[in-house]
């Protein structure tokens, strides 16, 4: 346990061509992230759901001050104290030491200017790993325990559900879905193929702190198969269209089926398509299931994250009932 949690430099740092500055910048690029194995994390919130639920990665604390020395947004300010006054019992569960660097407005803009005032450099150790590595069931058996819920109640009463994405190449939109499907309950998320680095700043300014709280896993659409025939999961697709031998059922068909007779208890990985190209036919072919989300006015189709909040939390209501 720390004795002591947070250490505050009592320079500010003014110089944005200083060596320290500079290689902190370096983290926004993706060369830069690979180099030193560590990431950025921007804004108050993320920032704030990095130290609750990861604080085991977090190892420093960047906050912008004025000319008196004072953090310019209060969200800040508070999280600083927060680290600053912390008590052994109240360190969250493995932590690091975190330093904390006062940085000018002009330093600060030389390295992001989304930070709100405030952004964390932490190490990427396990936040991003192999699909194939990950238990399922030990993961929501951990989720359990930590919400206090009975192991065995649990069990019996929670349908698993994954959400998985393939070849999601823009930031602002693997962010929103990975915040989607914390929101709806998702017991894991998968980025499947060649997907865009969940390290990218706007990634994890998207996420709104749910990459911290949500397993985030990596996976080849073959290992991602593999993974979800041997944990047992139904795989589902969400297409429009469709292949010659497999038409897509409406969701609203899915919803209103009794259930019990399908998919409805084992749990399920939902699988969603590229921006772009949605899915290509073979990776529908081995797919259990696909489902289709009824358009009902004129619109030509869903952009990802409106999908992906609808039938993601269409099943969760429905797998809650």
Not at 57 to 82: M, N
Not at 209 to 218: E, W, Y
Request: with cysteine; charged share 25%.
């Amino acid at each position: 346990m720390l004795d002591t949690y947070g250490i505050l430099y009592d320079e500010t740092l003014d110089n944005p061509d200083a060596t320290r500055i500079k290689r902190v910048a370096e983290l926004m690029k993706s060369r830069g992230r690979r180099k030193a194995g560590k990431f950025l994390i921007e804004a108050p919130q993320a920032v704030r759901e990095a130290l609750a639920c990861r604080a085991d990665l977090v190892e420093d604390l960047y906050v912008e001050v004025d000319g008196e020395g004072s953090p310019v947004s209060e969200r800040a300010g508070e999280i600083e104290r927060e680290i600053l006054t912390g008590t052994p019992e109240r360190v969250p569960a493995g932590a690091r030491r975190v330093f904390i660097h006062h940085v000018s407005s002009r330093v600060m803009a030389s390295i992001t200017t989304d930070a709100q005032g405030v952004f964390a450099i932490a190490d990427m150790g396990d936040l991003v790993g192999p699909l194939a590595d990950f238990s399922l069931y030990e993961s929501i058996g951990r989720a359990e325990g930590a919400r206090g819920t009975d192991s065995a109640e649990g069990s019996a009463a929670h349908v698993p559900m994954v959400a998985a994405f393939w070849q999601v190449r823009d930031p602002g939109n693997a962010g929103t879905v990975i915040r989607t499907a914390d929101a709806a309950g998702a017991d894991a998320v998968v980025l499947v193929d060649d997907c865009v680095t969940p390290y990218s700043p706007k990634v994890i300014r998207s996420t709104a702190g749910s990459l911290f709280h949500i397993p985030v896993l990596r996976a080849s659409v073959d290992d991602f198969f593999e993974w979800c025939a041997s944990s047992g999961l139904t795989t589902m697709a969400a297409d429009v269209y469709g292949t010659e031998t497999t038409k897509p059922r409406s969701l609203s068909e899915l919803i209103a089926a009794p259930r019990g007779g399908d998919d409805s208890r084992s749990g399920r990985a939902v699988l969603f398509g590229n921006e772009a190209r949605g899915l290509e036919t073979p990776i529908l072919e081995r797919c259990n299931d696909i489902v289709s989300i009824p358009i009902y006015g004129r619109a030509e189709s869903l952009n990802l994250a409106t999908s992906a909040s609808v039938l993601l939390y269409s099943l969760a209501m429905r797998d809650r009932a």
